[in-house]
């Protein structure tokens, strides 16, 4: 399992981003994906999970502002995240089955 995320950037408080994670391997759509995130100096966590048959939980952090999706036809997750923090800031990184971690993606919230 290879996974890449892209959609990163800068972006001012109250604005919007959408992450992609392409998903290369078999069986895409056995697997529960997730988004995790990690701050300077911070653990990295898992802000947000959608399972095979796509139920979705999301930290008490990002409730109601960000949502996790998947295109199993396109092998590819997404997290649309709208009204944007700058406690937001962090890299992301996209999860598979709760063991792969793909490289991740900057980021950074800021006027």
């Known amino acids: 399992v290879q996974l890449q995320a892209s959609g990163g950037g800068l972006v001012q408080p109250g604005g919007s981003l959408r992450l992609s994670c392409a998903f290369s391997?078999?069986?895409?759509?056995?697997?529960?994906m997730g988004w995790g995130r990690q701050a300077p100096g911070q653990q990295r966590e898992l802000v947000a999970t959608?399972?095979?048959?796509?139920?979705?939980n999301y930290a008490d952090s990002v409730k109601g502002r960000f949502t996790i999706s998947r295109d199993n036809a396109k092998n590819t997750l997404y997290l649309q995240m709208n009204s944007l923090k700058p406690e937001d800031t962090a890299v992301y990184y996209c999860?598979?089955?709760?063991?792969?971690w793909g490289q991740g993606t900057l980021v950074t919230v800021s006027s």
């Open positions: 391997g078999s069986f895409f759509s056995t697997y529960a």
């Open positions: 959608i399972s095979s048959d796509g139920s979705t």
């Open positions: 999860n598979a089955g709760l063991t792969w």
